[in-house]
């Protein structure tokens, strides 16, 4: 690029500082960096969560801060970094497009369908790269599962298991969790709202179902009014027959665990995010073939995914996650929500 590249953070939470780091990382000086910030109550983070005494976040990553989202805009950022709480993404995506702005989203896109068609038909009058967060397409282990799936390694697929659970007094040490964000419902928390990444990578790998049933609800004692376990339970097809998809989120597994099985009548595949691995066992063969990933940096799921963005602003590809992509895992979560209060399964239209 021939001028420095302008990105405006909106909300310097931990992804909001991830992201930052992450781009003076891709970008080194070819970086100029605006944020809006409207709390200002977030400490400056170390990568590992721990938090930097006595440091400021403006001087610390060079950022010039407004706090007021017009007056950002009017700076022309070539692109927009949405970060803040689930419930203010639409809004701010929406100034930022109407701004002429690439927009790269946090999911999910909104925590309701109103107003996506408006943010969607915006983009593309503009022609703008618009990417929904979903870092876990660049994840080698489900990258394999899915060329699996796709060369018939695994034969007709029978079923899929996938578990996100952990701890959630201990994601953010730093802060109180009763006042996050994952806690509260009226910022857009719940597991179906903040651990939407299995949700996604569900419908990349088995497409839209054609039912979903989920059960659950707050059912444990942590300080939160929002959903803390849910089971969700997708009826998805292969090769025109059902393929029964079960999806575990909760906020309370101590250690945490997050899996990926996908069974078929010929083999079985096992993703563990926490062991860096994935197996495959060949039904006949009775052969167990191990993909080990040591010393995978879960933080190269990021900065691949900021490239990938910034490939996408100069014309360079196509967004893996766009918006329209996006809004598929949303209306997935929905219509969990809507199974969870109705007791009901939800049919979802293709």
Known sequence: ??????????????????????????????????????????????????????????????????????????????????????????????????????????????????????????????????????????????????????????????????????????????EDYRETHPARRELGGGCLRIQTHELDYALWLFGMPRQVFAVGGQLSRLEVNVEDAVDILMQCQDDGRPLPVHIRLDYLQRPPQRVCEVIGDEGKVLYNYYLDQVEFYHTESRRVETYKFAGFDRNQMFIDEIRHFLDCVRGDATPLVDLREGLRSMTIGLAADESLRTGKAVEVAL
Request: hydrophobic share 45%; aromatic share 8%; with cysteine.
């Open 1 to 174: 690029m021939s001028k420095p590249f302008k990105a405006l953070v909106c909300g310097l939470g931990s992804i909001g500082q991830r992201h930052v780091r992450n781009l003076r990382a891709v970008l080194g000086d070819d970086l100029e960096l605006l944020a809006y910030r409207r709390r200002r109550q977030s400490p400056v983070l170390n990568p590992d969560m721990t938090v930097r005494a006595g440091a400021e976040l403006e001087s610390t990553y060079n950022i010039r801060s407004f706090d007021d989202l017009d007056a950002a805009l009017a700076e022309q950022p070539d692109a927009v970094f949405i970060t803040n709480p689930n419930t203010l993404h639409l809004p701010v995506a929406l100034a930022a497009a109407r701004a002429g702005c690439h927009l790269f989203i946090e999911k999910p896109i909104a925590e309701s369908l109103d107003g996506i068609d408006e943010l969607i038909d915006l983009v593309e009058q503009k022609h703008l790269a618009a990417f929904v967060a979903y870092q876990f397409r660049f994840h080698p282990g489900l990258s394999l599962i899915k060329t699996m799936i796709a060369d018939r390694k695994l034969g007709h697929l029978t079923g899929a298991h996938i578990v996100n659970g952990e701890y959630l007094p201990g994601w953010h040490p730093y």
